[in-house]
């Protein structure tokens, strides 16, 4: 079975720029986390959807928002890209929120 | 504030030895504490995971001890190998909800 699938996998923006990354979870997965890691620390939680509802949201501004589609996948948008918005852009899948999660590769975006 | 503290932020062990890895954290309300294994140009993968009713997990070479009185958790690897090497991460979660991540421990293997 196809593990959780994120593109594009590397993406190149300038400041002010709008970026769309895209996440396909694991067949039968029904709920979908993103996350951002800054370079040397953790993951950060920036959203969560369930059954295409937004289930929960960290402390990340207006300027980050996301969707989830019928299919289950999602999107993720950041408009007015800032230098410090350059990060590795985490997507996890789990068959319900309360269930264990499981990471895709990820898309680096880097910021100029 | 960083929810989940991590220690050491770098770790190196000999092939053979005990690498042993500690996180900390406030809220009591946390019921669900996985640890993630992260190669460099990949996701996290899940370890392993416990939950505060128990002591201790193990699985294969890795092992998990919880103490919820000190609120603090810990990741053992007996027998490290060098394909050990690679950054963990501990987290800790309200279950259904957000994952607080801890900042990582790089692990090198000296064979």
């Known amino acids: 079975d196809a593990g959780v699938t994120q593109s594009p996998t590397h993406l190149i923006k300038t400041r002010g720029q709008q970026v769309t990354l895209r996440c396909s979870p694991i067949?039968?997965?029904?709920?979908v986390s993103w996350y951002q890691q800054v370079l040397g620390q953790g993951p950060q939680f920036i959203f969560q959807y369930y059954e295409k509802e937004e289930r929960g949201r960290g402390n990340f501004p207006d300027r980050f928002s996301a969707r989830q589609f019928p299919n289950y996948s999602s999107e993720l948008n950041v408009n007015a890209l800032l230098l410090g918005d350059s990060a590795l852009y985490l997507c996890?899948?789990?068959?319900?929120?309360?269930?264990?999660?499981?990471f895709g590769p990820g898309t680096r975006l880097l910021v100029l | 504030q960083q929810q989940v503290k991590q220690s050491p932020q770098s770790l190196i062990v000999q092939k053979g030895g005990i690498s042993i890895i500690n996180c900390a954290y406030e809220n009591t309300a946390f019921d669900y504490f996985p640890w993630y294994q992260q190669f460099p140009g990949k996701g996290p993968a899940l370890l392993i995971a416990?939950?505060?009713?128990?002591s201790e997990k193990k699985e294969g070479r890795f092992t998990i001890s919880f103490n919820k009185s000190a609120k603090q958790f810990s990741l053992h690897i007996m027998d490290s190998q060098p394909g050990d090497s690679a950054t963990y991460f501990c987290?800790?979660?309200?279950?259904?909800?957000?994952?607080?991540f801890g900042t990582g421990t790089s692990l090198t293997v000296i064979p």
């Open positions: 996890a899948s789990s068959f319900g929120p309360q269930e264990t999660q499981y």
């Open positions: 416990i939950r505060p009713d128990v």
């Open positions: 067949s039968g997965h029904k709920s």
């Open positions: 987290a800790a979660s309200v279950t259904g909800n957000q994952f607080y």
